[in-house]
């Protein structure tokens, strides 16, 4: 997966149209007016080959020997007529091969949610209270940063799994720092029941009611296959989770 802008797709249109409409006395190399011939000529080729257009680099293949005859000429150099008409008629015969190839190519655009998208896909740490992120394991940042890369790309489902395995992987190691030892075997209602029984912890009950909560609407039904998100519920469940991982968190040392 590449991330792209789309202005990049627009200037390649102004390319191929200057290329199209280039004559006779266009300047060769740049000027203080903006990139000419030359840059087009290089820009033109550069972005078939970004776009992987295997066969429309082959028919422009041509232009790479105007590019070579260009490119030694002095700098106030301007188009000949026999030069720039090679350029018109080579893109006049290049244009339906472009166009017949692109109409194989579909772009995707990651539409607005009510969580930046954004920083679901670049920066998921800046969701979390500040230092939160830097805190949890490894597990759980590649789950978190996995599932804001879900909600973004609407896989809602797949983002519930990320979300909630990140959120299972903290508690584990919360509940390790507060009982002081390693378990083999730890399951999340039981790791919540015992800490609810070490009072002098001080564990907020807010958070333990929270993870039970978790637990029981929302990690146990995802285990089963009947259960589907939408893109709504997922956004919602991202809230409860981070929450609860910043409130363990802001625990961890």
């Not at 970004?50 to 082959?58: A, C, E, I, P, S």
């Not at 230092?131 to 896989?155: N, P, Q």
Request: proline share 5%.
């Amino acid at each position: 997966m590449k991330t792209k802008s789309i202005f990049g797709y627009f200037y390649f249109g102004t390319t191929v149209r200057y290329l199209q409409d280039i004559s006779e006395g266009y300047h060769v190399h740049d000027t203080e007016r903006g990139a000419l011939a030359l840059t087009n000529l290089r820009r033109f080729l550069e972005t078939l080959s970004d776009l992987d257009l295997q066969v429309t680099k082959r028919a422009a293949e041509p232009l790479k020997g105007i590019v070579r005859e260009l490119e030694p000429l002095p700098e106030d150099a301007r188009l000949t007529a026999t030069q720039a008409k090679k350029i018109n008629d080579l893109m006049e015969r290049i244009r339906p091969t472009l166009e017949a190839e692109l109409e194989g190519f579909e772009a995707y655009v990651v539409t607005p949610k009510r969580i930046d998208v954004v920083r679901l896909l670049k920066d998921v740490p800046f969701l979390l209270a500040p230092g939160a992120f830097s805190k949890i394991s490894d597990v759980a940042r590649y789950d978190l940063t996995e599932g804001g890369k879900c909600i973004a790309f609407e896989r809602p489902t797949a983002a519930a799994f990320h979300i909630l395995r990140a959120t299972e992987s903290v508690l584990r190691f919360y509940y390790c720092g507060h009982v002081k030892r390693n378990r083999v075997n730890l399951m999340w209602g039981q790791m919540v029941q015992h800490l609810r029984g070490r009072p002098r912890e001080k564990i907020p009950e807010t958070l333990l009611n929270n993870l039970d909560d978790i637990r029981l609407h929302f990690r146990n039904p995802t285990q089963h296959p009947e259960k589907v998100y939408d893109i709504q519920e997922v956004q919602d469940l991202w809230g409860r989770c981070t929450d609860a991982i910043n409130r363990m968190a802001a625990d961890l040392t």
